[in-house]
């Protein structure tokens, strides 16, 4: 059984829209991200949260972003107003401190057309 | 600034070893990560390291010099599902935890 999942999978939307991207962590971790991966590039760090808050922001998470933790387990990562650079495919994840590891969820691929 | 460089690409024949290095600089270090990535999946967590020295783990391991940022990743008895992206990742304390830094990874070719 997955520790984190995603859901969807897939999301393709038109350019403009609004998007919700879906993460449930089983457990009581504190620490979550997202991460999102353009085709082809590296891995790149989108925002921290910590005991419902966050955290961390990089430059890339502008104001179109948000994230919530709406009902205490699932953790969204929305995006107001797409653009085509934002499709690419975006990972949850979740970590433990004191064992310093990152579980990554399967991620969900959105493409904006 | 941050930079984390890893080989592109690397080819090994199946039964073999392959070492794939990483270099890195960055504002902070509390650990680097290896991870495997496959095409069109999630990064899955390989090793950890933080302290100087070798980390072993069945047929991976990984080594790390802090003061001369460098890393490297041993995959030993090489095996056809090893063919995947390898990513090294610096863990970086921030003002309010922390985060990974990855490198673009390298893709491993494993042939008969």
């Known amino acids: 059984e997955p520790e984190v999942t995603q859901t969807p999978s897939h999301q393709v939307t038109q350019m403009g829209q609004e998007v919700i991207l879906r993460c449930v962590p089983i457990s009581n971790h504190l620490y979550f991200y997202w991460y999102r991966q353009i085709l082809g590039q590296k891995v790149e760090f989108l925002v921290s949260?910590?005991?419902?808050?966050?955290?961390?922001k990089s430059e890339i998470f502008d104001d179109q972003f948000s994230v919530e933790r709406p009902d205490g387990s699932n953790f969204t990562l929305k995006i107001r107003s797409t653009k085509l650079e934002d499709s690419a495919m975006y990972f949850c994840a979740k970590s433990v401190e004191e064992y310093y590891g990152y579980t990554f969820g399967s991620g969900t691929r959105l493409t904006v057309v | 600034g941050q930079n984390i460089d890893q080989p592109t690409e690397m080819t090994a024949t199946e039964g073999a070893i392959v070492q794939i290095n990483c270099t890195y600089q960055t504002s902070g270090f509390n650990g680097l990560f290896w991870y495997q990535q496959h095409a069109g999946e999630a990064p899955t967590f390989l090793s950890y390291?933080?302290?100087?020295g070798l980390e072993e783990k069945g047929r991976f391991s990984s080594f790390l010099s802090r003061s001369k940022g460098y890393s490297y990743l041993l995959l030993k008895e090489l095996q056809m599902k090893d063919s995947a992206s390898y990513l090294c990742?610096?863990?970086?304390?921030?003002?309010?935890?922390?985060?990974?830094?990855f490198g673009t990874g390298t893709q491993l070719k494993v042939e008969l």
């Open positions: 390291n933080v302290l100087d």
């Open positions: 990742a610096v863990r970086e304390p921030t003002g309010g935890g922390n985060k990974l830094t």
């Open positions: 949260f910590y005991n419902n808050e966050i955290s961390e």
